[in-house]
């Protein structure tokens, strides 16, 4: 198996994150490799369309980008203390598409995340950032969906007779 040096964990600070993150860290201790974590401001512009100020749009897009550096200092504070080999970037765009270039622009080796698990309206109306991930990076991606209940794959031996 290929060694990993370079593992992005895109973060949305959604209970999803906080689920799957122990995944991404694990791997990143097993193969001694770099943390990434990427929190994407998703750009407000295509909203232009509707009577609100570019301004007003473009200021929430940066308050967004600004509470996102002060939510990944806290969460890297919490949950890295005993993990130097990472760092944090925030970016304003749209999150599958920013995803997938932060992983080709940092030669990123494997990217860990999560799925909301959304279906119907939601993901019509959300998209599936993980589905674009998939098609489009260049790396592997390890998705989990920490909401899926568990399956028992124990295998019970029958009794012949």
């Avoid at 201790?29 to 473009?58: C, E, G, N, P, W």
């Avoid at 002060?70 to 995803?99: R, Y």
């Avoid at 698990?117 to 950032?129: A, W």
């Avoid at 998705?143 to 019970?156: L, Q, S």
Wanted: glycine content about 4%; proline content about 4%; some cysteine.
């Amino acid at each position: 198996m290929q060694a990993f040096k370079n593992i992005l964990f895109p973060i949305d600070f959604s209970e999803c994150s906080e689920k799957v993150f122990p995944y991404a860290l694990e791997m990143a201790q097993k193969f001694d490799a770099k943390l990434h974590l990427l929190f994407v401001a998703r750009d407000l512009s295509y909203l232009t369309t509707i009577d609100v100020s570019r301004d007003i749009l473009m200021n929430t897009v940066a308050e967004i980008a600004r509470s996102g550096e002060n939510q990944i200092q806290g969460f890297c504070d919490k949950h890295l203390s005993d993990f130097s080999n990472h760092e944090s970037k925030v970016v304003i765009g749209n999150p599958a598409d920013e995803i997938v270039k932060f992983a080709h622009e940092q030669d990123i080796d494997l990217i860990v995340m999560g799925t909301h698990g959304r279906k119907g309206l939601d993901r019509t109306l959300m998209g599936s950032v993980a589905d674009h991930v998939i098609k489009n990076a260049s790396s592997p991606v390890f998705t989990i969906n920490p909401f899926r209940p568990k399956v028992n794959t124990r295998i019970r031996k029958e009794s012949s007779g």
